[in-house]
């Protein structure tokens, strides 16, 4: 299928192959019908696989013909049931979709939405020095990762993905249940403009199926792919340092926390230099043995080695524990004990070796349960306590239950609110509840620790992080369905005002004008406006 940049469809020049349907038949189907996290296991009519934007406009079309509930799945990585659910009849897999080229017609990097962000680093940077700006973990694909607002390491010097997101090619379904091929641009002049903008942040399986982004920077000039995105810094100073939790007292836990947090808060600016360092401090159950932090600072900036110094002294001012090698794994992260003095590695090196050694992301056996918030300000005292108050109950032995704190801030800040989907602009850092196990008998045990504690650090605002002067709500990349339960959230602020703050009634908007029958759905979808 042919697009050009204003959104036209065309017809393909050859024919594509008729798509695979894998059932219950079939030896592949159980590989195919649940993703990382093993709690959630569907049973669909079929799998559906994918190897062009045709055969997904074919799929969609069967579907919606049919009256069966669909769902897509690209790596499998959503963290609550919106793939793999018993609702669902179909599931619609692009993970082949995963082509990464310079489109001419588009003067952009298009990447496939089943491309991991393994092989768009993988692509891009060793052809042309350039990367989209999108996460750590090497088997997370394009396709949700994008439409959700995507962060990673280069967030703080580059921004978001979506803020170099130049089109998107999206299958949806109109009013009269015929399913097609758009492309919505960022142009200014572009009628499905709205579409465009609902894939950056608005998040996944909302408004259709997205099978191709293409990305070109803002303000970038001329033709030539190297001069298109971001150059990430030819080497990253690289340090993983932990304090034994056997020697921590509670008032020096706070102070981790709370160094971590109030540095953030004080160089959260667009143009602050320290925007060239970027942290990810790991609040592990005691368990562990060890609370663990890696620091990645772009080593050609201004005295690197300085700014790393200076924030690794921040971090343990009022800590009398001195810092050692990181050991131990830590939720998605791997032990590093070599980077326990820093060292500096070349960019994609280093971004491999975060990305893919921690055994704990192919661990075909894993449970999880997550929750999310972002913060705007340092963290009051009753939070701290209360953080440490669950990291250290008896009743829980695991040293896979954490609470992962990353950076934001820098570039990120630099885009308004409203002109992405993404609304958490004004955000300093994030935090990351995380607990695996493996079996499924210790289930509850782990979902009420993660629910106990996330009530509790945030039992101020009815028990989740409401957008205020210290709170800014929560990432949909990382979905809590109990953001939706009343039980949970008592706040009064509905989950969608969490996710998407005062963006929401446009993505309501976009809903209406782009998925009128509401056939792409799940548990926390955008819902069409009343009315």
């Not at 981790?256 to 947090?261: F, P």
């Not at 989907?421 to 955000?427: M, Q």
């Not at 205020?468 to 005002?497: C, K, M, Q």
Request: aromatic share 10%; glycine share 8%.
């Amino acid at each position: 299928m042919s697009t050009n940049e204003n959104g036209v469809i065309g017809t393909t020049e050859r024919p594509h192959a008729r798509t695979v349907a894998i059932t219950a038949a079939d030896r592949q189907y159980a590989d195919l019908v649940s993703g990382l996290n093993q709690r959630y296991v569907a049973t669909p009519e079929s799998v559906r696989i994918a190897t062009s934007t045709e055969q997904v406009v074919a799929i969609v079309q069967e579907a919606v013909d049919a009256g069966k509930r669909l769902s897509v799945r690209s790596s499998g990585h959503c963290y609550e049931d919106f793939v793999f659910n018993p609702e669902v009849q179909v599931v619609l897999d692009t993970s082949n979709l995963d082509d990464v080229h310079y489109d001419p017609r588009f003067n952009a990097i298009a990447v496939g939405s089943g491309a991991t962000t393994l092989r768009t680093y993988q692509t891009t940077y060793p052809e042309w020095g350039v990367a989209v700006p999108a996460g750590f973990c090497y088997s997370v694909t394009m396709g949700g990762h994008v439409s959700g607002g995507a962060w990673g390491p280069l967030c703080r010097l580059h921004g978001l993905v979506v803020d170099h997101l130049y089109a998107v090619e999206v299958v949806v379904v109109d009013a009269d249940g015929r399913a097609h091929a758009v492309v919505a641009t960022r142009r200014e002049d572009d009628p499905n403009r709205e579409l465009w903008w609902a894939h950056t942040g608005g998040g996944g399986g909302n408004f259709g199926v997205a099978t191709r982004y293409w990305f070109r920077s803002p303000g970038a000039k001329g033709r030539d792919p190297r001069g298109l995105l971001p150059q990430p810094p030819a080497e990253l100073l690289v340090s993983a340092v932990s304090w034994p939790w056997a020697e921590l007292t509670a008032g020096e836990f706070a102070a981790l926390a709370r160094n971590y947090a109030d540095w953030h808060v004080e160089n959260i600016g667009p143009d602050n230099p320290n925007r060239a360092l970027i942290s990810q401090l790991v609040l592990t159950h005691r368990s562990a043995g060890q609370i663990g932090m890696i620091t990645l600072v772009d080593a050609s900036a201004p005295d690197a080695e300085g700014m790393l110094e200076d924030y690794l002294r921040r971090i343990n001012d009022g800590v009398s524990v001195a810092t050692g090698a990181l050991t131990v794994p830590m939720g998605e992260l791997p032990p590093m004990p070599r980077f326990a003095a820093a060292r500096r590695l070349p960019w994609l090196q280093a971004i491999r070796l975060l990305g893919t050694t921690n055994s704990t992301l192919n661990d075909p056996t894993l449970r999880a349960e997550y929750k999310s918030a972002y913060m705007r300000a340092g963290f009051p005292e009753r939070q701290l306590a209360a953080l440490h108050r669950h990291l250290t109950r008896d009743d829980i032995a695991n040293p896979n239950v954490s609470v992962l704190l990353t950076s934001y801030g820098g570039r990120i800040g630099a885009v308004e609110p409203t002109a992405t989907a993404s609304a958490h602009r004004g955000a300093a850092f994030k935090l990351l509840w995380q607990a695996f196990w493996n079996d499924p008998a210790d289930d509850d045990k782990h979902i009420a620790w993660a629910r106990e504690s996330y009530g509790e650090v945030y039992a101020d605002t009815g028990g989740v992080p409401v957008p205020n002067e210290v709170t800014d709500g929560a990432y949909v990349n990382y979905p809590d369905i109990d953001l939706s339960d009343d039980r949970f959230n008592t706040s009064g602020v509905p989950w969608h005002d969490l996710y998407y703050k005062e963006n929401y009634p446009r993505l309501q908007q976009v809903k209406h004008d782009w998925d009128p029958r509401n056939f792409f759905r799940h548990g926390q979808s955008v819902e069409p406006p009343r009315g």
